[in-house]
């Protein structure tokens, strides 16, 4: 953000120099217009910003400065097309017209173009330019990644989750829970009583859908009433048993926000909470946040102070009096100086999935997995081609079993705007799969709570310890294709419970559910 503003100030010296230069061009209120503009660029906001500039065009052909300048807020505005036509009218003026032309083939997935206009960026640059060597070189080595993951795809299958949960607005962020039954996301479509922001799009709400009964389809999704409100509002994290909802809500500047908590509670969602103060920042903004399995390890995106680039990952755990730890930066092997975001921590606890604009990188956000061992995180590894592209990629999801990846997309096929995909890997060997499980009382058939452990036959290892709800009984656990399991249940009051699991990769393909029936101490 510093960088970019201190760009948008030394572009804006040289502009002004220019202005004056062609001062017998522009009648007083022009100049007023353009002093207008200038403020609104200044300051980022450039749909205000490209409106005044675009009534002072035409006025002057030879003023290349107002064309690059109305490039540069429709890039920002995302409206690259005509970005592109400012750039190529200004790209004699300035070189960095010829960076910004990069940026935007790249993302269009033209490569070759965009290789093309890296080189006359390199060439033709100055010392008026304002873009660092630095910035050049890692685009460089975007285009040369993405040259090299577009051409070793992998084969998969992109389905359209349809019309119950898709609109010709924009739905992003989707988040499953570890059964893939449940899904929460995040829209911007026009509702009763939903307004629009300064950009003209309505508020973010949040929507919840359910498989129906047979499995094969989405329920049509409903507004989540009691997390919503008049501004901003976005789910961030869903836990692998779908019980904790995890949001970042806007301040009323509609820059500033912080991060949420609420819980699925008698069959509705409860009213947010803010998280602790160990997360949310004043002097900061959190983004995103997950939750492992066992409830004890938060993992969190921020841009405070003392990072390794803009937005880093953190995580706090929970200590044995119950309170929160102090952050703890995940490190060099995970931040970089661009910005990480979108942590999603595996149920198995030791796989994190995460997106960065850096690593090897073919775009703008990536997404990238990191494995856990003897407390290291692993190098990350590209997911690559298709579930990457040469776009954002961030806010991923992906199943327990790791055959299915949720994701937002503006597609051809599409219903409008970005729409929520199902990647189906065709290619991934089935990995840990998840099991729901209730303990209930076998007498009134209420949830109880327990303890829970798994031990791998074979080797008499422990390979999970759990928890159950203590109001719903639920719990969910891990195992491994054709894997021999004990499981031990123990409530305090009860009888322990003891059986012994075997599933086939055909079984967990499937959804599996198992239900432990306890009797108390005493009873028939």
Request: charged share 25%.
């Amino acid at each position: 953000m510093r960088k970019r503003l201190l760009f948008t100030l030394l572009f804006t010296f040289f502009s002004i120099i220019g202005l004056l230069a062609q001062s017998k061009q522009w009648n007083t209120a022009q100049k007023k217009k353009y002093w207008d503009a200038e403020s609104y660029f200044i300051h980022g906001d450039y749909k205000m910003a490209m409106q005044e500039f675009n009534a002072l065009e035409g006025i002057d052909s030879s003023f290349l400065a107002l064309e690059f300048k109305i490039g540069y807020s429709y890039f920002h505005l995302r409206k690259f097309d005509e970005a592109k036509m400012y750039f190529d009218k200004s790209k004699t003026f300035n070189a960095d017209a010829y960076y910004f032309l990069a940026k935007i083939a790249l993302y269009k997935e033209e490569l070759k173009e965009a290789k093309s206009y890296i080189e006359s960026y390199e060439k033709f640059k100055n010392e008026n330019t304002q873009i660092e060597d630095g910035y050049a070189l890692i685009l460089q080595n975007k285009i040369t990644t993405a040259e090299i993951l577009m051409q070793d795809y992998e084969e998969v299958n992109i389905i359209n989750l349809g019309p119950n949960i898709n609109t010709a607005f924009d739905e992003y962020v989707p988040l499953v829970d570890a059964s893939e039954n449940q899904l929460v996301y995040t829209s911007r479509r026009l509702k009763e009583g939903n307004e629009l922001d300064p950009l003209g799009r309505p508020f973010e709400d949040v929507y919840y859908s359910k498989r129906n009964d047979e499995g094969n389809d989405w329920i049509e999704a409903k507004s989540i009433e009691s997390v919503n409100t008049s501004l901003n509002d976005a789910c961030v994290g869903y836990s692998a048993n779908g019980e904790i909802l995890y949001l970042f809500k806007t301040n009323k500047n509609l820059i500033t926000g912080d991060l949420y908590e609420s819980l699925w509670i008698d069959d509705k969602w409860t009213t947010p909470v803010a998280l602790t103060e160990k997360v949310n920042n004043q002097n900061s903004i959190e983004r995103s946040v997950s939750i492992s399995l066992d409830g004890n390890t938060l993992y969190f995106s921020s841009n405070r102070p003392n990072g390794f680039g803009g937005f880093d990952l953190y995580r706090i755990v929970k200590l044995p009096t119950g309170e929160w730890s102090d952050p703890i930066n995940l490190g060099a092997r995970i931040n970089t100086s661009g910005d990480e975001d979108s942590p999603f921590i595996h149920p198995n606890g030791s796989r994190l999935y995460f997106s960065s604009t850096r690593h090897e990188n073919m775009g703008g956000y990536d997404i990238f997995y990191s494995d856990k061992k003897d407390n290291e995180w692993s190098r990350p590894i590209n997911l690559g081609y298709p579930t990457n592209t040469t776009k954002d990629d961030i806010h991923f999801s992906i199943s327990a079993n790791e055959q299915h990846g949720y994701y937002a997309a503006t597609r051809a096929e599409g219903f409008g705007g970005k729409d929520i995909y199902l990647i189906d890997y065709l290619e991934k060997e089935l990995r840990q799969s998840v099991i729901q499980a209730h303990v209930m009382d076998s007498a009134s058939q209420k949830g109880i709570s327990a303890d829970i452990s798994t031990l791998e036959i074979e080797y008499g290892e422990i390979s999970g310890t759990y928890i159950s709800n203590s109001r719903s009984g639920k719990f969910i656990f891990l195992v491994n294709p054709e894997v021999e399991y004990e499981i031990l249940i123990e409530a305090d009051g009860y009888e322990s419970k003891t059986e012994i699991l075997k599933y086939s990769v055909d079984d967990l393909m499937q959804s599996q559910h198992m239900e432990f029936n306890l009797k108390r101490l005493g009873s028939e």
